[in-house]
Nanobody, 117 residues
Framework: QVQLVESGGGLVQAGGSLRLSCVASLNIATTDSMGWYRQAPGKQRDLVAALTAGGLTNYADSVKGRFTISRDNAKNTVYLQLNSLKPEDTAVYYC???????????WGQGTQVTVSS
């Protein structure tokens, strides 16, 4: 059974930084897209950042210039560096692994990020 295990969330003041990690039990190097999503209370789950197997990145407009997605293939780990955090970044952050052939779409259990003003 595939597992995506997130860590690194916590409580931080506005302007602070966190680094989220997602350790995967699958081969992230050959996965079409590894991504981070977030969901705030009462809101839908939205894409924050994604990284393709070819190294292309995609960021939500609200986090461009502040967040950075990266990966360590040897550790099968995807990271999300969160800088200049704002209270509106408060949410549960989920790791996602998505592939077309074979088809799969896996989610982690989420890690809470809370930014105080």
């Amino acid at each position: 059974q595939v597992q995506l295990v997130e860590s690194g969330g916590g409580l931080v003041q506005a302007g602070g930084s966190l680094r989220l990690s997602c350790v995967a039990s699958l081969n992230i190097a050959t996965t079409d897209s590894m991504g981070w999503y977030r969901q705030a209370p009462g809101k839908q789950r939205d894409l924050v950042a994604a990284l393709t197997a070819g190294g292309l990145t995609n960021y939500a407009d609200s986090v461009k210039g502040r967040f950075t997605i990266s990966r360590d293939n040897a550790k099968n780990t995807v990271y999300l560096q969160l800088n200049s955090l704002k209270p509106e970044d408060t949410a549960v952050y989920y790791c996602n692994a998505r592939n077309s052939v074979p088809t799969y779409n896996y989610w982690g259990q989420g890690t809470q990020v809370t930014v105080s003003s």
